[in-house]
């Protein structure tokens, strides 16, 4: 059994930032990749980032150059630092972690952006 643990949603002004913290815990080995994704109000859940074992990062053009997504291994635990924050980022952020042998989804927090 694994938990993810999400933290660090909230309300925030257009042009302001975040952090978002996921921590892993449970029969963990070993994890792959680990990121969050993203779903809006009537809209499809979307990539936001996704960072593997040995820091090679992925993320939807929307957020490049804004948002940065790191991991500390030995917490098992993924940051996502959102900066320049925009309405169009307001949505419900869900945590993913890869162990290879099954994938975990955290409950989700809400990032809601003010213009």
């Known amino acids: 059994q694994v938990q993810l643990v999400e933290s660090g949603g909230g309300l925030v002004q257009a042009g302001g930032s975040l952090r978002l913290s996921c921590a892993a815990s449970?029969?963990?080995?070993?994890?792959?990749?680990m990121g969050w994704y993203r779903q809006a109000p009537g809209k499809q859940r979307e990539l936001v980032a996704l960072?593997?074992?040995?820091?090679?990062?992925n993320y939807a053009d929307s957020v490049k150059g804004r948002f940065t997504i790191s991991r500390d291994n030995a917490k098992n635990t993924v940051y996502l630092q959102m900066n320049s924050l925009k309405p169009e980022d307001t949505a419900v952020y869900v945590c993913?972690?890869?162990?290879?042998?099954?994938?975990?989804w955290g409950q989700g927090t809400q990032v809601t952006v003010s213009s």
């Open positions: 993913f972690v890869d162990l290879l042998i099954d994938d975990y």
């Open positions: 449970g029969r963990i080995s070993s994890i792959n990749r």
């Open positions: 960072i593997n074992s040995v820091g090679y990062t």
